[in-house]
């Protein structure tokens, strides 16, 4: 390995970096960003989602740009876009050219996650893969946790633009790293007549109208609505067309035919539970934090940096580890103690703060390590050299796509087990019940020592009593959305053993 190759290597590994920060980043500073343009909330958490749909879209795509256009050629014009794209996000002058804009940022970011992965494999010996690879994942799963945590504090202390600005600084550093060290390679153009257009169209929208599905679905009230029963269809049906052309074609873009492999499709389930943990428990915190204790954005930030500081350690420990132990086994230890940080999380209360959630995500933050890059390491080390390009490709989209189901399942399932919670416990609080009459009473004095009008005092009490029940079945509602991505990964501990026993990486080779 010469100085070159490295230097390469580990500018892959800061534009995956780059891409997943970016996806992250606007989440703390949507408020903000929402004022400045004149855009309801609602609106405003399609700036976040166009970036997620356009990335799932080119994520696929991936492998057969870098064999039409050739690895150095598309990662640097990839890349320059992308930088472009940024700048266009904070210069955007009203919401729908901030969608169009964050759109085309996920198109190129969406590209860098599975070409950096491509990068290590081409570039690095099965010797020196480990090393790479545990870089990657901490990249892959820092990001998320440092997206918010920037971002709250730039708006905070500055202006949101910067939010994106201060993106290009890393990007040119990427740039720079890749432009000089990658070696060029032929294209292959003749493959842009050969492939299938029909097909690559028929992914790209179903992919969209899915995403438009999992966003308004919530507040459409799901297949109630006639419009999103109509896209969820024509989504489905464009979806199932794309499969079947895949499956049948003798050289397709994207060989779905890997997920038949048993060793291969386990570790995607593995990466699907990791897509849903991060995302979905970071989703979950947040909101928790913001609608619970109200905390700023830039508490919010200092809670969920906790996630990020043990997974240094456990990073270097799990390189340590890797060639010495059955992966497998540091596989099923990480998703364990996911596991069992989400089942910390059950038994959350009003008093739950800072502290409390503070040791539980260094938890988590711990065990993340072990999912990522050993899955990662495990699905590729008995790869073909020429389904490099679609393993890495699928690998990373199975986990982002896992990330946006869970995303807006979380939405609907927070409002759903928070109304149920509401009617359980409005049972229980009436006027035939001697502590809730008790309690009212009690209520009803402090507020008439405030107001000296029994009735005004009577009705402010009943108001308080009401918005207790609404508060305390939101806290239910959100312990319920742990139990369930801890099962998640209680189901993906099961799955790393069900995975062949591999060769330790690195030391066969």
């Known amino acids: 390995m010469t100085p070159r190759q490295w230097v390469a290597v580990y500018g892959a590994i800061a534009g995956s970096f ?7 980043i606007t989440n703390a500073s949507l408020g903000e960003i929402q004022g400045a343009l004149a855009a309801t909330l609602t609106e405003a958490s399609w700036i976040t989602t166009s970036y997620v749909a356009s990335s799932l879209v080119v994520m696929p795509l991936t492998g057969w740009f870098v064999r039409v256009f050739s690895l150095r050629a598309y990662t640097i014009w990839n890349m320059t876009l992308f930088m472009v794209s940024v700048v266009g996000c904070a210069l955007a002058w009203d919401l729908t050219a901030m969608i169009a804009m964050r759109f085309v940022s996920g198109f190129f970011g969406g590209a860098l996650i599975p070409m950096s992965m491509y990068i ?15 870089f990657w994942g901490v990249a892959i799963a820092l990001a998320p946790t440092m997206g918010p945590v920037l971002g709250g504090w730039l708006t905070e202390e500055f202006s949101w633009t910067l939010v994106f600005y201060v993106q290009l600084v890393p990007s040119a550093c990427v ?31 179903g992919l969209l109208l899915l995403v438009v599905v999992l966003e308004e679905g919530n507040r459409g009230d799901w297949f109630e609505s006639a419009l999103i029963a109509r896209l969820a269809v024509i989504s489905a049906v464009l979806l199932a067309v794309f499969v079947i052309v895949q499956l049948r074609h003798r050289d397709p873009y994207i060989n779905l035919r890997l997920y038949a492999r048993r060793d291969f499709f ?27 204790p109200r905390y700023s954005a830039g508490q919010v930030g200092t809670v969920l940096m906790w996630v990020g500081f043990p997974q240094f350690v456990s990073g270097l420990l799990a390189l340590w580890l890797i060639p010495r132990v059955d992966n497998r086994v540091l596989m099923g230890f990480g998703c364990a103690l996911f596991a069992a940080s989400c089942f910390l999380n059950v038994n959350m209360s009003y008093g739950t703060g800072y502290r409390d959630l503070m040791a539980i995500n260094a938890i988590r933050g711990f065990g993340q390590p072990f999912i990522m890059i050993v899955a990662a390491g495990v699905a590729m080390t ?14 990373n989209w199975t986990r982002d796509f896992a990330g946006a189901i869970t995303i807006a399942t979380l939405k609907t399932g927070i409002v759903r087990r928070s109304e149920f919670h509401a009617d359980h416990v409005s049972q229980h609080v009436s006027a035939a019940d001697p502590e809730t009459t008790t309690r009212l009473d009690l209520l009803t004095q402090r507020f008439l020592d405030y107001t000296g009008d029994p009735g005004l005092a009577r009705d402010q009490a009943v108001a308080a009593l009401d918005s207790l029940v609404e508060r305390e079945s939101l806290i239910m509602a959100y312990n319920d959305m742990f139990y369930g991505i801890g099962v998640v990964f209680v189901i993906a501990t099961v799955a790393c053993f069900l995975i062949r026993r591999p060769p330790r990486i690195g030391a066969a080779a």
Do not use: H
């Open 382 to 395: 008995a790869m073909e050299t020429a389904n490099q390009g679609s393993a890495s490709a699928l690998i």
């Open 175 to 205: 740039l720079a790293a890749l432009w000089a060290c990658l070696d060029p390679s032929p294209r292959q153009l003749g493959l842009l007549r050969q492939v299938n257009w029909p097909s690559i169209a028929f992914m790209a929208v």
């Open 266 to 292: 386990l570790c995607c389930v593995v990466a699907a539970a990791f897509g849903v943990g991060v995302f979905g428990a970071q989703f979950t915190v947040s909101l928790y934090l913001i609608q619970v």
């Open 120 to 134: 290590l494999l081409i570039t690095l010996p099965p010797a020196k893969r480990p090393t790479a690879f545990v």
């Open 18 to 24: 780059v891409a997943v920060l970016n996806i992250q």
